[in-house]
Structures are given as structure tokens and as C-alpha cells.
């Protein structure tokens, strides 16, 4: 899927699974080893995804320099700015189900992220904080993931 995208194109959205990871494990102020160990265990299963663009990108940041990508990544406060580019370029060189199928992969991972470091009580209950919960819903809300799509493409 590479190829129906520019260099700078797929920069930009090399860049989306970094800003989701920094959306997500930085909401509640601190991003601990649990999360970033949860990254590493989806990095090394990109060649499973199911989902063909995320599986090439995902591969495609193995043999990128990821620390530049994370540094980048980190100003949060381009998130909304680069969310809107990337929506506007996904949105015309995908169709309708690529883009849902995609945007829904990419906010999977960010949940695993938030279960990742929470513990509910002994365990149990709901392990994604509710600054997560905002941060998952902020990403849906701007890059306009249909909800229903996940059970769809995911379950």
C-alpha cells in the first residue's frame, strides 16, 4: 500500500501509531514501562496485523530510526494538526472500509496501550483510566472512527 503514497505522505503517517501510543500512555502525565513494553510487543507482532496498511507501515518503522519517530511524536500539541492531515490524505487515497479498517487497527493498539499499564481493583475491572478513556476518544472523534467498524474488522 506503499506505494499510493509520497515519501512526506508516509512519514506523516509513520508518525500515527507514535502519536497514538503518546496520546494515550502520556494522559495521565506519565508513561510507565508497561505501556512502552506493550508497544514493543505490537512492534514485534506488525507482521501479523491484520490490517495490510497498518502491517506495512508497522514493518516499514522496524527498519526506521523509531527513536526520531517517538521524539517527534512526543509534541503533543501537533496531534490534532497531523490527525487532520492524515485523515485528509487516508481519506482520499483509501476507501471508505480501508480507511475505517485502518483508523479502528491503529485505535486497538492504543487501547492495548491503556489496559496495558492499568490494574483495576486486584486486577480486575476497568484497567483504562479515564484521562486514557478521553484520549482514545479524542483520536475516534477526529479521525472520525465508526465504532461499529471495530467489531467488524476486529472481533
Known amino acids: ?51 495490510p496498511l497498518h502491517r506495512e507501515l508497522m514493518i516499514d518503522i522496524l527498519t526506521s530510526d523509531a527513536g526520531a519517530l517517538i521524539k517527534e511524536a512526543m509534541d503533543i500539541s501537533k496531534f490534532v494538526e497531523r490527525a487532520n492531515r492524515a485523515k485528509a490524505l487516508l481519506k482520499e487515497k483509501l476507501t471508505p472500509e480501508e480507511y475505517q479498517r485502518f483508523v479502528g487497527s491503529i485505535f486497538v493498539d492504543g487501547l492495548k496501550i491503556a489496559r496495558a499499564s492499568g490494574g483495576g481493583f486486584l486486577g480486575r475491572g476497568d484497567k483504562v483510566s479515564e484521562e486514557e478513556k478521553r484520549a482514545l476518544f479524542l483520536f475516534a472523534a477526529i479521525l472520525e472512527l465508526e465504532l461499529e467498524s471495530l467489531s467488524k474488522h476486529f472481533t
Open 1 to 51: 500500500m506503499k506505494e499510493k503514497f509520497t515519501e512526506e505522505e508516509w512519514g506523516l503517517l509513520k508518525l500515527m501509531p507514535f502519536q497514538v501510543f503518546v496520546l494515550v500512555a502520556g494522559a495521565d502525565q506519565k508513561i510507565d514501562e508497561k505501556e512502552v513494553a506493550q508497544l514493543n510487543e505490537d512492534m514485534k507482532k506488525a507482521p501479523f496485523y491484520k490490517d
